[in-house]
């Protein structure tokens, strides 16, 4: 699948930029928007990775489960068309458009598809239809060579590759699209090679992830998951942290703030201090969700249907800041990404350490 190393001399240190820009209102933001916000953080990536997601993509198929797919091969795409007919029903399938550009050479091919749940199975069980779309992109990402996954989520399109921000947003018309959420990214690879598959975002269903950092417990965290039936093919470590979220929020129950607080747990030394029955709760989670608690420097931003999270690590390693401009929230890693895009806005905050900011539609709006 195309993959570099990031420089001839081995590791690379730096610091990726993210960005996610939501309104509360639902309504639409221009893809050109998280472009501009994004490429005032150029120089935090190094050219071998960058991505958009955007909620809202796709209103005429908002009800279908939207499932990018990136090829090396027509056999590869011969295969998963197979195995979507097999197991899902086909609604709709075509290329996703892209502008050829001097910069990008040698591409894979991106196609989408919209699928519904075959009609053997109950509309109404979500979680079963959930666990079907999660197996088939499993099985596609570990046992079809030369075909990945990039999206499967509803009503939402992810672009991702190797490239610039404002390569890669040139390259799949960025431009062209709207969203009521939409997450961007800028990739300085370290331990992990850059990709056109290992670009963020990271997606699950509907959850989005972008990451600054280095996991040192990616080890654990993915034999975690594998246990549950994920597959970690893409060779990076934030692919674990959308298939954590997914498990611990869908298919364990867990609020947005537990499944927050499993990931960056509160400290004994805090957990101590408690009154009684937080203490035991605190207590409870950190036991039986070890496993699944995030080592090492990190600030992630995660979408999802209705909203978005922000969470950095217990001693902010890496940087998160906040804007706000009426009912629009911006977040990203540097103030400037925020300004560039909101020139006099309301507030703008940093979030403490360890702690989310949980950003929703409000309750009304329709998406």
């Excluded at 591409?107 to 699928?115: G, I, L, N």
């Excluded at 035991?280 to 036991?287: G, M, V």
């Excluded at 080592?295 to 249907?305: D, V």
């Amino acid at each position: 699948m195309g993959i570099k190393s990031s420089t001839p001399f081995g590791k690379d240190f730096g610091g990726c930029g993210l960005v996610g820009i939501i309104d509360r209102n639902g309504k639409p933001i221009s893809g050109d928007t998280v472009v501009t916000s994004l490429c005032t953080m150029k120089d935090r990536g190094n050219g071998l990775g960058s991505g958009y997601a955007v909620y809202g993509a796709y209103p005429a198929f908002k009800d279908k489960f939207g499932i990018h797919i990136m090829y090396d091969d027509i056999i590869a795409k011969e295969t998963v068309e197979t195995l979507l007919k097999t197991k899902l029903k086909l609604v709709h399938a075509e290329p996703i458009p892209v502008r050829k550009t001097q910069s990008l050479s040698n591409t894979p091919e991106f196609w989408r598809y919209f699928v519904d749940p075959p009609v053997s199975m109950d509309p109404d069980n979500k979680n079963n239809i959930d666990d079907l779309i999660v197996n088939v992109v499993m099985t596609i990402n570990e046992q079809i060579d030369n075909a990945y996954v990039i999206s499967s989520g509803k009503n939402l399109a992810v672009f991702k590759g190797v490239g610039h921000p404002d390569e890669i947003a040139e390259f799949f018309k960025v431009d062209t699209y709207s969203g009521y959420l939409l997450l961007g990214h800028t990739r300085f690879p370290t331990n992990t090679p850059g990709w056109w598959g290992g670009a963020h975002p990271f997606t699950i269903l509907d959850w989005a992830i972008v990451h600054n950092g280095e996991l040192s417990s990616y080890g654990t965290n993915r034999r975690y998951v594998e246990m549950f039936g994920y597959k970690c093919t893409l060779l990076t470590d934030t692919e674990v942290v959308a298939y954590l979220l997914d498990l611990l929020i869908r298919k364990k129950g867990l609020s947005l703030t537990d499944a927050a607080s499993v990931l960056a747990p509160p400290f004994w030394k805090d957990i101590q201090d408690m009154e009684p029955f937080k203490k035991d709760y605190y207590t409870a989670l950190r036991i039986n969700y070890a496993n699944a608690s995030l080592n090492g420097p990190f600030a992630i931003l995660m979408g999802f249907e209705n909203g978005i999270l922000g969470l950095n690590d217990r001693i902010k390693l890496r940087p998160l800041i906040a804007g706000k401009k009426d009912d629009v929230v911006v977040i990203a890693s540097e103030e400037s990404a925020i300004r560039e895009i909101i020139a006099q806005p309301d507030d703008v905050w940093a979030p403490k350490a360890g702690e989310p900011l949980i950003v929703k539609l409000k309750e009304d709006v329709k998406y």
